[in-house]
T-cell receptor, first 112, second 113 residues
Framework: DGGITQSPKYLFRKEGQNVTLSCEQN?????MYWYRQDPGQGLRLIYYSQIVNDFQKGDIAEGYSVSREKKESFPLTVTSAQKNPTAFYLC???????????FGSGTQLSVL | GESVGLHLPTLSVQEGDNSIINCAYSNSASDYFIWYKQESGKGPQFIID?????DKRQGQRVTVLLNKTVKHLSLQIAATQPGDSAVYFC????????????FGQGTELSVKP
């Protein structure tokens, strides 16, 4: 999927647990994004990062956290504060913020 | 709160026919538009893009039309094939959005053999 690797493909979270979704890119792109997709719906932006060591909240950042310590990596942590975490999570990268996104293959997160 | 159980708009076409998928965008200042195709359980794939200084752009079997007057974007797929069955999203970018693409709800295309 265009040099974006997401892992794991499926993830299960127990009540009160934090889980981290991995996203790695080998495209040398500056900007990286996390989206959430619920069944039959579009993509909603959680967090994005235009450059290393910087990130901004998207439209639904509550209950999530990110870091961008390296250009190629943008992990997303779903915290226990996110009460409805079951969704399909998509990571994407763009050469520059606002340009076309290349997406990973997604992680399906479910609650046990 | 979150909306659940929404049904995507659906377009059903016969194999070999042309498909037209429409999108109404929200911001008259948007200057860049992209169409994505998403198959079930996969990430969206880039299909074609267009900037606001153009009205039409063609790719392989696909054409994107932009009507800035009525804020309307369309994706035309020629000779639709079963492999084209997927959900199609439009996305818009505006300079003042700080690098965020805004995605539409999506349209499900179903191709009948």
């Amino acid at each position: 999927d265009g040099g974006i690797t997401q892992s794991p493909k499926y993830l299960f979270r127990k009540e009160g647990q934090n889980v981290t979704l991995s996203c790695e890119q080998n495209l040398n792109h500056d900007a990286m994004y996390w989206y959430r997709q619920d069944p039959g719906q579009g993509l909603r932006l959680i967090y994005y990062s235009q450059i290393v060591n910087d990130f901004q909240k998207g439209d639904i950042a509550e209950g999530y956290s990110v870091s961008r310590e390296k250009k190629e990596s943008f992990p997303l942590t779903v915290t226990s504060a996110q009460k409805n975490p079951t969704a399909f999570y998509l990571c994407a990268a763009a050469a520059l913020a606002g340009e076309k996104l290349f997406f990973g293959s997604g992680t399906q997160l479910s609650v046990l | 709160g979150e909306s659940v159980g929404l049904h995507l708009p659906t377009l059903s076409v016969q194999e070999g026919d042309n498909s037209i998928i429409n999108c109404a965008y929200s911001n008259s200042a948007s200057d860049y538009f992209i169409w994505y195709k998403q198959e079930s359980g996969k990430g969206p794939q880039f299909i074609i893009d267009i900037r606001s200084n153009m009205d039409k752009r063609q790719g392989q079997r696909v054409t994107v039309l932009l009507n800035k007057t009525v804020k309307h974007l369309s994706l035309q797929i020629a000779a639709t094939q079963p492999g084209d069955s997927a959900v199609y999203f439009c996305a818009e970018n505006t300079d003042n959005q700080g690098g965020k693409l805004i995605f539409g709800q999506g349209t499900e295309l179903s191709v009948k053999p």
